[in-house]
């Protein structure tokens, strides 16, 4: 892996738990392993142009592992699954780490430009997902409002499970979101054991 693909991992991990205000260029330095040169010759905009970028690229391994579970199962079973998806990552890091894309959006006075691609990584989701509902034979509109809504209640879900430091708030709103979309389509979630 070369200096830029490191740096841009170690963005996506100190965001997760620092925030973008907490992710300053002495820690990506440590945590990456890489030279201070190495950054400006990658990233001539510095730490702004680097978090944007690692922003980039967390979305997008996001929305496609979204495209790999929509198309393996029904939204349903899917959203019912999201707890245990953040569980491990939520235990492992003493309830450190969150969502690199909601500290991008957090974070836009340090980074104008993360956070307008997390905006348009929100964006992602929320068609991703109403697509989906769409073709489970929901109404446009309201496909749309129901993919928002998942959106912002399992960002939400995450945030309030570090804050308390147990899962339990992401389980009640995963449980629920999976019976409001099978409201919605008629499907019933599969049984999720995590």
Not at 145 to 151: F, H, K, N, P, R
Request: proline share 3%; with cysteine.
């Amino acid at each position: 892996m070369g200096a830029r693909d490191r740096l841009i991992d170690s963005a996506i991990a100190l965001m997760r738990c620092n925030g973008i205000a907490g992710t300053g260029i002495s820690q990506l330095l440590e945590h990456s392993g890489i030279s201070r040169r190495s950054i400006y010759l990658n990233f001539p905009g510095g730490k702004s142009e680097l978090v944007a970028e690692a922003t980039r690229t967390a979305g997008q391994a996001s929305s496609a592992l979204m495209r790999a579970l929509i198309g393996s199962t029904d939204l349903a079973s899917m959203i019912a699954a999201f707890p245990g998806m953040w569980r491990e990552g939520l235990l492992t890091s003493d309830f450190r780490a969150g969502c690199p894309i909601v500290a991008a959006a957090l974070g836009r006075s340090e980074s104008p430009e993360a956070a307008d691609v997390a905006g348009e990584t929100f964006t992602e989701w929320e068609n991703i997902l109403a697509d989906r509902l769409e073709a489970e034979s929901v109404e446009p509109d309201t496909a749309k409002s129901l993919a928002t809504t998942i959106v912002a209640a399992v960002e939400g879900a995450v945030i309030m499970s570090a804050a308390t430091r147990t899962t339990a708030p992401l389980e009640r709103a995963a449980k629920q979101l999976s019976e409001l979309v099978a409201l919605h389509t008629g499907k019933r979630a599969a049984e999720t054991r995590v």
